[in-house]
Structure formats: C-alpha cells, structure tokens
C-alpha cells in the first residue's frame, strides 16, 4: 500500500530504527559533517510530456553517498535532518547546486524541487526562495516546487499564504504525492496548486493491466474537474505508459526514462539532443 511504501513523512523515522540508537548517533553525526562538507548532490529525473514524448523537465532529488555509511535514502536523512533543524541549511545547499546546474539546461526546461512541511512552516521561506532565484539570476516561471500531501493538515492557512506569494512571483507548486495522505477534497479546492502528481503507488496498480486503474481514472478525472493538470510519477514500463498515454494530456516521470542522474550526466544527456547551453553562451557561469 502507499503507506507501507514510506509515505508517511511526517512520522519521524521507523520504529525499528528508534531503537537503533548506534545507527541513529551515527546518522546525526554524519548529517552534521555532511553538511559542513557539502557532501549532498541533486540528482535530477526527467519529466515528460506523455502525448508528445518530449522532456519538459527535471524534477531534484538529493541524494547523499556518506563516507562513513554509504548511499543513504532521501527517505531516511530529510526527516532526520528535518528533526535535527537542518532541513532548511541542507535545502538551501541543494537547491542553490541545482540552479547553477539548471541554469545550463535550455530555458524551456523546468526544475522541480521538493520542500518539506517544515520549510513551510517558515514564514520567510518564500522570500528566501525568491531572493536564491534572484542570486542565480533563475526565472520563477521555470521553477516548480513540490509539496506532498501528507503533512498539509499543519497549517493550511500558512501554507495558503506560501503558495500565493510564490505563485504571485511565477513559481508553480505541486501537490506531491496525490492520494497518500489526509487532506480532504475541501482543502484541496482551498489551496491554489497548479498541478497534482499521482503517487507511484497508484500508478503501480496499471502494471497487471487487471482493470486496477481505477484509482488512476478517479485522480485523473478529479484533477480535470479541477481544472488541475496532471502527473503521474513512477512509470516504470511501457505497459504502464500505454495506459496512462490513452489517458491523455498528462506528464509522467518515472525509472522507464532511465534512473535519476547526476549533474554531469544531465549535461551530457542534453548536449546529445540540443538542449544543453554552452559555458560561452550563459550570462553567468558561477561555481557551485
Ligand atoms: P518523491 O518526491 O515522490 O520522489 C519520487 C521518488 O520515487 C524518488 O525517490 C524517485 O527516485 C523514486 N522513483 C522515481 N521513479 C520511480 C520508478 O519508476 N519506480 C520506483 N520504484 N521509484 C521511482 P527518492 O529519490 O528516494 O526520494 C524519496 C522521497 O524523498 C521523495 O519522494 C521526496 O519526498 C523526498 N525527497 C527527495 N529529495 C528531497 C529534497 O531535496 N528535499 C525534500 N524535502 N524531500 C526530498
Ligand atoms: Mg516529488
Ligand atoms: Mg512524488
Ligand atoms: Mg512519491
């Protein structure tokens, strides 16, 4: 189910793991170290217009290769990092890497960036955003920001004036993880997003083909009745693109376009179909 596949962010971290208090210590630590060493890098996955087969897009995905521990999970280190208070630091590090990145990609390819429930909970965030985009001299309008689900019940009233602030500088805001988590239809209507996003484990049911899209057609038709586009993420075949391409006018992401991949390999994916920008021709070339 979508909850036994750690959807449930605003959970701390497991319970097998609370008692893991070595594991837990070392973790801390790592965290700390990481981000005085600046050891976080933004992955990037394609998003895709699934009518046309083009690229529209990288959503980030930070990513962590410690010394001590190896790859750990984004699904691990943010909230630890979000109960440590240093969600906001290592966001800041990740998100200004992936404005240099995305300033060399063709500027008709967006950026999605993930932000956690406790950014939001800031109440200068959007402006520390604004003022980052305004630094990597990035425009809003190519800038999407995601926000799951899950934890919208903390304060839709703030979160409402965070959206709309942003939303009034041209930064789109998605509804992440649609389908996981608590909010009601009401809260939904309430809220300005721009688009929602299927969870994967909605669009894992197209895999067997056996009528389960049925949880797919319902989101899908409520984002329409909404006037909300659509994105479904975690296409991981061609027979689940097949049923989601029927569907029609929708976005999709997901391991059939291939892994996540780091800056460099981005470069080199883009350079191949034209899309890249050269060094020479940016207005700015500032180090990471
Ligand atoms: P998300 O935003 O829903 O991201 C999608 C996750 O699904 C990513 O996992 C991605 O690698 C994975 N995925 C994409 N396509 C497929 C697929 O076809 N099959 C399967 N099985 N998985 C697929 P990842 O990178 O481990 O990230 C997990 C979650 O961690 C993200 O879920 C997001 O909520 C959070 N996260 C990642 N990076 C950041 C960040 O920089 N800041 C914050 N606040 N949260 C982040
Ligand atoms: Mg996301
Ligand atoms: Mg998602
Ligand atoms: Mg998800």
């Known amino acids: 189910s979508a909850k036994k596949d750690g959807k449930n962010r605003c959970l701390w971290f497991e319970p097998t793991m609370e008692n893991d208090l070595r594991f837990r210590n070392q973790l801390e630590q790592g965290l700390r170290r ?4 600046s050891q976080f890098e933004p992955f990037y996955e394609q998003q895709i217009d699934l009518d046309s087969g083009e690229l529209v897009g990288f959503e980030m995905l930070a990513r962590w290769d410690s010394p001590e ?19 906001v630091e290592l966001s800041e590090q990740l998100v200004s890497k992936a404005l240099v990145d995305a300033s060399g990609w063709d500027p008709s390819l ?4 993930n932000i956690s429930p406790v950014q939001l909970r800031d109440p200068w965030f959007a ?8 630094k990597h001299n990035f425009p809003p309008q ?3 920001i995601e926000i ?9 009233a703030m979160v409402r004036s965070m959206i ?33 996003k299927i969870d994967r484990a909605f669009v894992g049911e197209l895999r067997d083909n056996e009528g389960g899209s ?24 061609a027979q689940m693109l097949d049923a989601l391409r029927k569907m029609g006018k929708l976005k999709g992401q997901g391991y059939h376009y291939g892994k996540p991949e780091n800056a460099e390999q981005v470069h080199q994916r883009l350079l191949a179909s034209g899309l890249a920008i050269a060094a020479e021709e940016r207005s700015e070339f500032p180090a990471r």
């Open 214 to 237: 049925r949880i797919v057609d319902a989101i899908v038709s409520l984002g329409r009745g909404m006037g909300l586009p659509v994105t479904a993420e975690g296409i991981e075949d």
């Open 148 to 156: 799951t689900e899950t934890c919208l019940h903390d304060n839709v």
């Open 110 to 113: 967006t950026l999605a960036i």
């Open 34 to 37: 990481a981000l005085a060493e």
């Open 127 to 134: 402006q520390k955003l604004l003022k980052l985009l305004v």
């Open 142 to 144: 190519r800038l999407e």
């Open 164 to 196: 709309v602030s942003l939303r009034n500088q041209g930064v789109r805001v998605s509804l992440d993880d649609f389908g996981t988590g608590f909010s009601s239809l009401e809260q939904l209507r309430s809220l300005p997003f721009d688009r929602i």
């Open 69 to 87: 521990l190896g790859l750990v999970s984004p699904e691990i280190f943010i909230p630890i990092a979000e109960e440590m208070g240093l969600i």
